[in-house]
């Protein structure tokens, strides 16, 4: 089982707020994330293209948690420099795959944002059209209405990944919620409060860091 990623979700209203995050984090984390709050306040290809212009080694997630107009928004940000792109679970099929398409020919991905209802049936349409990553979300309005991480959610998690899907987890986690999930190949774990808001985020990455060594052996 891989050594889960860590990514830190990039959720402030400016960019020089999260570029200042980025600065401490950048050498701590495997993927930097142009959170959604950060691409609505700023500007998705603004953003994107100010990470690659900084970091043109690292993998940028552009997560515009795309609804519609798959192949335009997939244009504006993977043309900047993404890497990969999320697109929302309740999106038509049809939005997925020209999302996907542009991907494709930038070398990069798309990754289904599973929030409310979603089945395991329009899963296996995703993996039979190529779509192969999936992001498991507790979403910050749920989570401040007392929602936690359940058996459920865990075992939704482990599904997808013995379906085939790359599986990442993220809503409010902490290091302290990673022994959770252990025992499942999860693809990366996406924090965005509890590193850019901790007293010394590059310890805390260290701290999700150690957690993840615990647990995760290769
Ligand atoms: C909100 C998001 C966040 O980027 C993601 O949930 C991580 O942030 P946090 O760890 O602060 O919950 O996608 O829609």
């Not at 991905?109 to 190529?130: H, K, P, R, V």
Request: proline residues 4%; aromatic residues 8%; glycine residues 8%.
């Amino acid at each position: 089982m891989n050594k889960p990623l860590l990514q830190i979700a990039l959720d402030q209203t400016s960019l020089s707020g999260a570029l200042s995050v980025t600065r401490s984090l950048a050498n701590e984390v495997d993927v930097l994330e142009a959170g959604t709050i950060l691409c609505a306040a700023e500007g998705a290809p603004n953003v994107v293209a100010a990470l690659r212009a900084l970091y043109p080694a690292s993998i940028i997630l552009a997560d515009l948690k795309v609804a519609d107009a798959g192949s335009v928004l997939a244009e504006m940000v993977f043309s900047r420099g993404a890497t990969w792109m999320t697109v929302i679970c309740a999106a038509p099929l049809a939005t997925m795959t020209s999302a996907k398409t542009v991907a494709d020919a930038y070398n990069g991905d798309i990754q289904i944002e599973l929030y409310g209802e979603w089945t395991f049936s329009q899963a296996e349409e995703w993996l039979a059209a190529g779509i192969t990553q999936a992001i498991y979300h507790r979403g910050r309005d749920a989570q401040a209405a007392g929602q936690t991480w359940g058996e459920a959610d865990l075992g939704k998690i482990r599904k997808l990944a013995d379906m085939g899907f790359a599986v990442s987890a993220t809503g409010g986690l902490s290091p302290a919620d990673i022994q959770l999930f252990a025992g499942i190949p999860v693809k990366c774990f996406i924090a965005g409060r509890s590193l850019s808001d901790a007293p010394d985020p590059a310890e805390e990455a260290r701290a999700f860091r150690r957690e993840i060594e615990k647990y995760w052996q290769s």
